[in-house]
């Protein structure tokens, strides 16, 4: 992130949108009450609203100093924060019930590390689990607010056919004031007589591996 970035998303501005509008809105429906996984909390204001209505939460930020800030942070509440890669998850598979991802996703830096990210989340759901969260659409101000960073904005309306080709069903996509939010669902169980659909294929490159 460039300064002004960092800044903003630190800010009492940013908590309070998030605390009233964006994530009670992107959560809309969504059972919170299983294993948690949320991808990418950076300084973890998200993650200070999702500790009031989870059971519990595990967060994966891959820059090691926000997520050793936020792991101090929350030490003493019952939150695990891990350091890593969301396209390349240290998790084994089937781990978590709901997987979370805000204002994240325009920050992986190609649609093909994106799509690696959706594959993970996938893996990592119990069948019948959950991947929801909320990013942002492109606009003038969004490029200007990301200059000289990482910005690849995805599609709301290519995403149910990315998300679906690694096996989620069920997509639902909502766009509001500039923004889109989406939920989607590991089947609970595969066909009769089929293989593992969805499962990513593997692949060496992660975030760590691109400058």
Known sequence: ?????????????WRQRLDT???PWSLKGV?????VLELGPGPGLTTDW???HCGHITCLELDPNLARSLR???????????TGDATAMPFRDRMFSVVLSFTMLHHIPSSTLQDRLFGEAYRVLKPGGVFAGSDS????WMQMFHIADTMVTIDPG???GRLEAVGFKDVVIETSGGRFRFTTRRPASLPSGSDSPGEAPKCAVG?????
């Open 1 to 13: 992130m460039n300064r002004l970035h960092r800044w903003y998303c630190q800010s009492k501005r």
């Open 21 to 23: 509008e964006i994530l």
């Open 31 to 35: 059972d919170l009450s299983g294993e």
């Open 50 to 52: 999702l500790r009031h």
């Open 72 to 82: 101090q942070r929350v030490a003493n509440a019952g939150i695990t924060v891990e």
């Open 137 to 140: 659409v492109w606009s003038m």
């Open 158 to 160: 290519l995403l149910p």
């Open 207 to 211: 975030l760590a591996d691109v400058e």
